[in-house]
Structure formats: C-alpha cells, structure tokens
C-alpha cells in the first residue's frame, strides 16, 4: 500500500529558506514521477513541481528559480528545497506520485512564511 510521509515544514521569515522531504513506500519508487502540491488557506491544491523517474524537473511560474526539487531513489524520498520564501507561498505542502491512481494524500507538512 502506498504512504507518502512528509516533513520539514515550519514558520519561516520572509526571504527564508526551507527544505521538505517526503518518504515513499509502497511502490517502485525509482519507476514514478513524483510531484508536489500545496494548498492555501481556503484555497484549492495547487501543483507545484515534478521530477520525472530519469530527474527531469519542471516547476509551477510561481516557484520557478526559488524551489528545487530532487530525489534520491536509494532512500526512496524526494525533497523540495524552496528559497526566498514569500508570505503566498503558505499552506500545507504534499507529495504524491504521477500519475496518481487514487485519492490517496498523505497529511502533508505546514509552512508558513510570515514576519
């Protein structure tokens, strides 16, 4: 059964960094695309960044030369190092595998930029 565990959130200052890291099991990680997501307060989940089986990576326009996304397939997690971090880039951040094949969200990690 697949679990996504993430972490590495917190409260963070304008112009700060953070890096979130997600632990994959129940699926051949190495095989999957795999990206993140937030969601804002009383806003819908958005797609944030990809990172293909071979480490292609593409980015929403609104992170775009801020966050980083990796992965390491000997751990089977992937991370998201995000810098200069802004007030909007708030909310819950998660992982999950593309294509997702259910539902499926794991409890997502809080970041929250604000001076």
């Known amino acids: 059964q697949v679990q996504f565990v993430e972490s590495g959130g917190g409260l963070v200052q304008p112009g700060g960094s953070l890096r979130l890291s997600c632990a994959v099991s129940?699926?051949?990680?190495?095989?999957?695309?795999m990206d993140w997501y937030r969601q804002a307060p009383g806003k819908q989940r958005e797609w944030v960044a990809r990172?293909?089986?071979?480490?292609?990576?593409t980015y929403a326009d609104s992170v775009k030369g801020r966050f980083t996304i990796s992965r390491d397939n000997a751990k089977n997690t992937v991370a998201l190092q995000m810098n200069s971090l802004k007030p909007e880039d708030t909310g819950i951040y998660y992982c999950r595998r593309f294509p997702a094949v259910s539902n499926y969200w794991g409890q997502g990690t809080q970041v929250t930029v604000s001076s």
């Open positions: 129940g699926i051949i990680f190495n095989t999957y695309a």
């Open positions: 990172i293909t089986a071979s480490g292609r990576t």
